[in-house]
C-alpha cells in the first residue's frame, strides 16, 4: 500500500488518521500537486491528494480512500450505528471537505502553508491579509458549530467516535499548527481535539513540521 500525500494537505492527513487507527502502515510519498508532475499526472489526472494504490486498486480523493478503508479495514468501525446514524457522519465529512476547506482552509493555511512553497509564478507569496482576516472570522463561526454539536453530543456526529471527527481533525490539525485557534474561547471544542490529539493515531501528524516554519507551542501538546 503506497499513499501520495502532503504533510500540510488535510485530506492527505485525513487519510494518515484513519491508517494509523486501523493500524494500516502505508508507504508515505509526498506529493506537491501543484508543480503538476508528469508521473503523477499519469498516475491521477485531476492532479489532486490523496491518491492510495492498494495491490492493484488506485483509489483518489479522501472520501473515495475513506470509504475503502472502512470496507477493507471495517475494525475499528468509523462509520457506526444505522442508516441515519451514518448519513450525519457523511453529513458532518462534506461540511468540514467543502465549507470549512472553503471559507477557512483556503483562507488561512492555504495562505500561511501551502503558498511558501508555491513558485510565485504558480501562485505563491506572501500571506494576504484580507484572506486571513476573512478566514479568522469564518473560523469562529465553525468552531462554535462544533461547540453546539458536542454540547448534546459526546462526538461530533453522535456518542461514537466516528470518520467526522477525524475530517474535523485533520482540517483544525492546519490551523492548530500556525496558532490560528483562540482554544480558550471554545472549551468544548478544546475538551474534544485534546481527546483526539491523545490518541495513538495522531502521534504522526503532531510529529509534522514545515520547512522554515515552526509549529505553535502547544501544537504536538496533547493536553494544551
Request: aromatic letters at 10%; proline letters at 6%; one cysteine or more.
Given at each position: 500500500?503506497?499513499?501520495?500525500?502532503?504533510?500540510?494537505?488535510?485530506?492527505?492527513?485525513?487519510?494518515?488518521?484513519?491508517?494509523?487507527?486501523?493500524?494500516i502502515e502505508p508507504e508515505?510519498?509526498?506529493?506537491?500537486?501543484?508543480?503538476?508532475?508528469?508521473?503523477?499526472?499519469?498516475?491521477?489526472?485531476?492532479?489532486?491528494?490523496?491518491?492510495?494504490?492498494?495491490?492493484?486498486?488506485?483509489?483518489?480523493?479522501?472520501?473515495?480512500?475513506?470509504?475503502?478503508?472502512?470496507?477493507?479495514?471495517?475494525?475499528?468501525?468509523?462509520?457506526?450505528?444505522?442508516?441515519?446514524?451514518?448519513?450525519?457522519?457523511?453529513?458532518?465529512?462534506?461540511?468540514?471537505?467543502?465549507?470549512?476547506?472553503?471559507?477557512?482552509?483556503?483562507?488561512?493555511?492555504?495562505?500561511?502553508?501551502?503558498?511558501?512553497?508555491?513558485?510565485?509564478?504558480?501562485?505563491?507569496?506572501?500571506?494576504?491579509?484580507?484572506?486571513?482576516?476573512?478566514?479568522?472570522?469564518?473560523?469562529?463561526?465553525?468552531?462554535?458549530?462544533?461547540?453546539?454539536?458536542?454540547?448534546r453530543r459526546a462526538w461530533?456526529?453522535?456518542?461514537?467516535?466516528?470518520?467526522?471527527?477525524?475530517?474535523?481533525?485533520?482540517?483544525?490539525?492546519?490551523?492548530?499548527?500556525?496558532?490560528?485557534?483562540?482554544?480558550?474561547?471554545?472549551?468544548?471544542?478544546?475538551?474534544?481535539?485534546?481527546?483526539?490529539?491523545?490518541?495513538?493515531?495522531?502521534?504522526?501528524?503532531?510529529?509534522?513540521?514545515?520547512?522554515?516554519?515552526?509549529?505553535?507551542?502547544?501544537?504536538?501538546?496533547?493536553?494544551?
Open positions: 500500500m503506497r499513499l501520495y500525500h502532503h504533510s500540510v494537505c488535510p485530506f492527505s492527513r485525513r487519510v494518515r488518521l484513519l491508517c494509523a487507527e486501523k493500524a508515505l510519498a509526498e506529493e506537491r500537486p501543484w508543480e503538476r508532475r508528469l508521473e503523477f499526472l499519469m498516475l491521477n489526472p485531476a492532479g489532486v491528494l490523496p491518491v492510495l494504490r492498494d495491490g492493484d486498486v488506485l483509489l483518489v480523493g479522501a472520501y473515495a480512500v475513506s470509504e475503502w478503508l472502512e470496507e477493507q479495514h471495517p475494525e475499528p468501525c468509523l462509520l457506526p450505528g444505522d442508516a441515519v446514524q451514518r448519513a450525519e457522519v457523511r453529513r458532518l465529512v462534506a461540511w468540514f471537505d467543502e465549507k470549512f476547506h472553503a471559507e477557512v482552509g483556503m483562507l488561512l493555511s492555504q495562505e500561511k502553508l501551502v503558498r511558501r512553497f508555491m513558485a510565485r509564478a504558480d501562485g505563491g507569496g506572501s500571506p494576504r491579509v484580507q484572506h486571513l482576516r476573512a478566514g479568522l472570522e469564518n473560523l469562529h463561526a465553525h468552531m462554535e458549530y462544533i461547540g453546539a454539536l458536542l454540547a461530533l456526529a453522535g456518542e461514537d467516535l466516528s470518520l467526522a471527527d477525524f475530517a474535523a481533525a485533520a482540517h483544525l490539525s492546519c490551523a492548530d499548527y500556525t496558532g490560528d485557534i483562540a482554544w480558550a474561547h471554545y472549551p468544548q471544542a478544546r475538551q474534544w481535539y485534546m481527546r483526539l490529539k491523545s490518541r495513538p493515531s495522531f502521534r504522526g501528524l503532531l510529529q509534522d513540521r514545515i520547512p522554515g516554519l515552526v509549529p505553535a507551542a502547544h501544537y504536538a501538546a496533547p493536553d494544551f
